[in-house]
């Protein structure tokens, strides 16, 4: 049996070749965010929105969390793969990011999927506890703030019926949550977390070596 390869540069080149189907509207939105102060730490990359909206389908999903929309690359890969009147409940702590995506869900048709809420997340998670109430949501995606991971899946693990799905993005960390003289605050919420999770019985789960690791978890 084969083990884990290594993804190289040149490698990576030709799994997107094979497979990626970027159109020229997310293609737009990733080349703007590019340009942006920590971009490169921030975006995510468009295999990753791909496969976003693949689960949103496998899914049968109708009612979305995107906790963490920076310019809302996840978010529109989401409303895209929603059914009509599908919604997408997209959450930053600052309104200038979401701003930026806002014209590409525009052209893409899909801004009236789409839910958006400014301020901390643990706020609007609350809110929509409140509002919708619990097991209202099939998935959640969860790519913000990583001292705030536990929170935000504790709070989706509420929302989220059974047998729905929570994405966790950037589980390995840049490689950091392996490396025993990486005690930043960020790091250590995810190690920690990574360890929570193995051993919770609320849900299934797999670590993927995908991007900066993903973690899918479905609720039992």
């Known amino acids: 049996m084969a083990g884990q390869i290594a993804t190289t540069p040149t490698l990576l080149d030709y799994i997107r070749s094979c497979s990626l189907r970027e159109d020229e509207i997310l293609a ?3 080349e703007e965010t590019a340009g942006l102060p920590f ?3 921030l975006q995510l990359l ?4 791909q496969f976003l909206a693949l689960l949103v389908g496998i899914t049968g999903a109708r009612q979305v969390l995107d906790i963490g929309t920076f310019t809302g690359y996840s978010t529109l890969a ?3 793969a929603l059914p009509p009147r599908g919604r997408v409940v997209t959450m930053d702590i600052a309104a200038k990011w979401p701003g930026i995506g806002e014209p590409y869900w525009e052209r893409a048709g899909v801004r009236d999927r789409i839910d958006v809420r400014i301020g901390d997340a643990r706020d609007t998670l609350a809110a929509l506890l409140a509002e919708d109430g619990p097991g209202s949501f099939d998935l959640a995606f969860i790519d913000a703030d990583k001292a705030g991971y536990p929170a935000y899946y504790a709070a989706a693990l509420r929302l989220i019926r059974p047998g729905g799905l929570i ?3 950037n589980t390995l960390f840049f490689g950091r949550v392996v490396d025993p003289d990486a005690q930043d605050t960020d790091t250590v919420a995810i190690r920690e977390l990574n360890a929570a999770l193995r051993d919770d019985p609320r849900v299934d789960l797999t670590l993927l070596p995908f991007a900066d690791g993903v973690t899918l978890l479905r609720k039992r």
Request: aromatic fraction near 0%; glycine fraction near 12%.
């Open 28 to 30: 737009g939105l990733r």
């Open 167 to 169: 994405v966790l993005d």
């Open 78 to 80: 989401m409303a895209r």
């Open 39 to 41: 971009a490169a730490a």
């Open 46 to 49: 468009p295999e990753e929105g």
